[in-house]
């Protein structure tokens, strides 16, 4: 079946430092792939998404590429924020069931950045 | 995009209880869904909520055990029966539109703690 993995945290790192959180999918088709995010105590709010492939996402200085070749969506980002200390979570859309926001999580990767 | 509001925001209820969560959307849905993030994890669907019909519950879940309703397009409520401390996690309604590449969109959550 679909399945979402995304390297192991916490990521601890400096701030203006250069971020890459990898994930790898396993899919049938061709599924849409998000990037949400968690800040401390509270919900998830989509950061970015790509829905074809060689697509790039972006917002708030974050970037993610969908490489169907190596069935990969990277986060990336060059200069990280204290307030960017959250936890990330990759994800893709289900497409079994006609595209209709059901998602498969990743595990999520802490990030923490210090001042 | 969509406006979710669930309460309550989080609860501490003893061993053999049960909590309703509610769900309220701010405009009509296609999809309502139920995930469930235990400590330390990542997010696993629950069910999905059908309205006017049982929900469809993923491997795992059952009926008895996490009711759901869904009266109309803009509302949902999970129950968590007969509570134990395994059930202390944060439920996460999501809401989506059937079509392509669609995300989803998610509450703030409910934060619960079984003593």
């Known amino acids: 079946g679909n399945s979402v993995t995304q390297m192991e945290g916490p990521v601890t790192l400096s701030e203006e430092a250069f971020l890459t959180i990898n994930c790898t999918y396993t899919?049938?088709?061709?599924?849409?792939l998000f990037w949400y995010v968690q800040y401390p105590g509270e919900g998830l709010q989509l950061l970015l998404k790509a829905t074809k492939a060689d697509d790039k996402g972006s917002n708030k200085g974050f970037e993610a590429t969908y490489r169907k070749e190596t069935t990969s969506f990277h986060l990336e980002k060059g200069s990280v924020q204290v307030s960017d200390s959250a936890v990330y979570f990759c994800?893709?859309?289900?497409?079994?069931?006609?595209?209709?926001?059901?998602?498969?999580f990743g595990q999520g990767t802490t990030l923490q950045v210090k001042p | 995009s969509a406006v979710i509001s669930q309460k309550p925001s989080r609860d501490i209820c003893q061993r053999g209880t049960s909590l309703t969560i509610q769900c309220q959307v701010d405009?009509?849905?296609?999809?309502m869904f139920w995930y469930r993030q235990q400590p330390g994890q990542s997010l696993t669907l629950i069910a999905t909520?059908?309205?006017?019909?049982?929900?469809?519950?993923e491997s795992g879940f059952v009926i008895d055990k996490f009711p759901i309703s869904r009266p109309n397009l803009t509302f949902s409520t999970l129950t968590v029966s007969n509570m134990s401390p395994e059930d202390s996690s944060i439920y996460l309604c999501?809401?989506?539109?059937?079509?392509?590449?669609?995300?989803?969109?998610f509450g703030q959550g409910t934060r619960l703690t079984v003593v």
């Open positions: 405009s009509q849905v296609t999809m």
């Open positions: 899919a049938t088709g061709y599924p849409s």
């Open positions: 909520a059908n309205q006017g019909s049982e929900a469809t519950y």
């Open positions: 994800a893709l859309s289900d497409h079994g069931s006609s595209n209709t926001g059901k998602l498969i």
């Open positions: 999501s809401v989506g539109y059937r079509g392509l590449n669609t995300e989803a969109f």
